[in-house]
């Protein structure tokens, strides 16, 4: 059973950092490429970062980029997100997100998306 | 970047009706690229519909996707009480993913 489980939110100061874990399982981790994705309280959902199998290759939402650093180790199985210089509208739920990756039928090949998600993690960002 | 409009932002129908969800982008998109996903309250979105038309593992086949272009659109033929939640249609173009700001869907 595929599971992803996030950890590390809290409560962090404006302008302070803060690391985000999701621990993988189930799967070959090293397969695939993961994403963050949050979710401010009832609000919809924001692609944060991205990062390829090899851990070779980032992507960036631009409200994020040059602040938060998505990284992995897949010796451990795990994908994380370094945080830094917190505003208040990074207040949100976190959930770490495997991206399936690329499906070929007989006729053709698709984006199979974000194919499995974890619970999310919750950063809040007040003084 | 392209920007997904989903529309309505709110559906109230009632239990056995068909729903039609809609998805339209700024700019022509890949139909590859397409998925929809279904949200409840307190729980992680799921992977309904990729590629546009292709429903992921485990979905019911009253769930339907369709479109290409810049006009996309979910289908539920006959509701069932647990389909009443959100619906998130998202793009993948540029190396970033972009999600539309969601319908609710609700019982009338």
């Known amino acids: 059973e595929v599971q992803l489980v996030e950890s590390g939110g809290r409560v962090v100061r404006p302008g302070g950092s803060l690391r985000l874990s999701c621990a993988a399982s189930g799967f070959t981790f090293d397969d695939f490429a993961m994403s963050w994705v949050r979710q401010a309280p009832g609000k919809g959902l924001e692609w944060v970062s991205g990062?390829?199998?090899?851990?070779?290759?980032?992507r960036y939402a631009d409200s994020v980029k040059d602040r938060f650093t998505i990284s992995r180790d897949n010796a451990k199985n795990s994908l994380y997100l370094q945080m830094n210089s917190l505003r208040a509208e990074d207040t949100a739920l976190y959930y770490c997100?495997?991206?399936?990756?690329?499906?070929?039928?007989?006729?053709?090949?698709?984006?199979?998306?974000?194919?499995?998600w974890g619970q999310g993690a919750r950063v809040t960002v007040s003084s | 970047d392209i920007v997904l409009t989903q529309s309505p932002g709110t559906l109230s129908l009632s239990p056995g009706e068909r729903a039609t969800l809609s998805c339209r982008a700024s700019?022509?998109?890949?139909?590859?690229?397409l998925a929809w996903y279904q949200q409840k309250p307190g729980q992680a979105p799921r992977l309904l519909i990729s590629?546009?038309?292709n429903r992921a593992t485990g979905i019911p086949d009253r769930f339907s996707g369709s479109g290409s272009g810049t006009d996309f659109t979910l289908t539920i033929s006959r509701l069932e009480p647990e389909d009443f939640a959100v619906y998130f249609c998202?793009?993948?173009?540029?190396?970033?993913?972009?999600f539309g700001q969601g319908t609710k869907l609700e019982i009338k």
């Open positions: 700019q022509t998109i890949s139909s590859s690229y």
């Open positions: 590629g546009a038309s």
């Open positions: 998202q793009q993948y173009g540029n190396s970033r993913y972009t």
């Open positions: 997100a495997r991206e399936g990756g690329a499906y070929c039928g007989s006729a053709s090949c698709h984006n199979v998306g974000m194919d499995y």
């Open positions: 990062i390829n199998w090899p851990g070779d290759s980032t």
